[in-house]
């Protein structure tokens, strides 16, 4: 989607479109010339269109104007604050729902909302990764972040030792994760123990 730049805000081309009509039947009105000085000027006119919602940004842009979303593309932070939030949505509810759906559509992700997601869900999300120790790994810690997370006491067992980001906000799974109950989740990591246990006795451990 193309978006405009007026004053120092971004602007979808519907809202830019009815800003320049406006600005341009003013000017004729006044008395002034068409282009007027200042048009190249994103202070006295919408400058653009800039393609791709005005380019790569840390997050989703929207129309200043409407609220529109721009459909841009993302940087790592921008990927990293979508996922952010995709969490936060499945593990409380939090955010806009219908915003939320319109990036995750654009951004080929998932909204998944709190204790929706089952143990069938989970299990057939596992299966479909590598048979491999950072595979196993990976669920594992992001099980244990997310149950830290909410303040859930964890096995002694286990010796976890939070990070900075308890919940990885890069991994991809971890929506999937937020969205299970806690008693979904102790019951899954039992499947990945399992695996675990099996992939040590293989060798396969590192």
């Known amino acids: 989607m193309d ?29 002034g010339q068409w282009p007027r000085p200042g048009w190249q000027d994103s202070t006295c006119y919408p400058q653009g269109p800039y393609s791709n919602g005005g380019g790569e940004a840390d997050g989703p842009q929207h129309c200043d104007a ?8 993302l940087s790592g932070d921008g990927t990293r604050y979508v996922n952010e939030k995709l969490i936060e949505h499945a593990r409380d ?5 219908d915003v939320l ?18 143990l069938d869900d989970l299990q057939s999300q596992y299966s479909l990764e590598d048979d491999d120790w950072g595979s196993c790994m990976g669920w594992w810690f ?19 030792r939070p990070g900075i980001h308890p919940v990885d906000p890069d ?27 099996r992939l040590k006795a293989e060798g396969r451990d590192y």
């Open 3 to 31: 978006a405009y730049v007026y004053q120092a805000a971004l602007q979808c081309e519907d809202c830019a479109s009815q800003k320049m009509h406006c600005l341009e039947y003013v000017n004729i009105v006044m008395g």
């Open 66 to 73: 409407c609220g529109v979303f721009l459909e841009n593309p």
């Open 171 to 197: 991994d991809q799974n971890a929506p999937l994760i937020a969205a299970a109950s806690t008693a979904v989740l102790c019951e899954f990591i039992k499947t990945i123990e399992a695996d675990a246990t």
């Open 142 to 160: 992001g099980i244990a972040g997310e149950l830290y997370t909410r303040g859930e006491a964890l096995p002694e067992e286990w010796k976890y």
């Open 101 to 118: 759906a319109k990036w995750a559509e654009h951004y080929h992700a998932h909204v998944y909302e709190p204790g929706d997601v089952t």
């Open 93 to 97: 509810g939090s955010g806009n729902k």
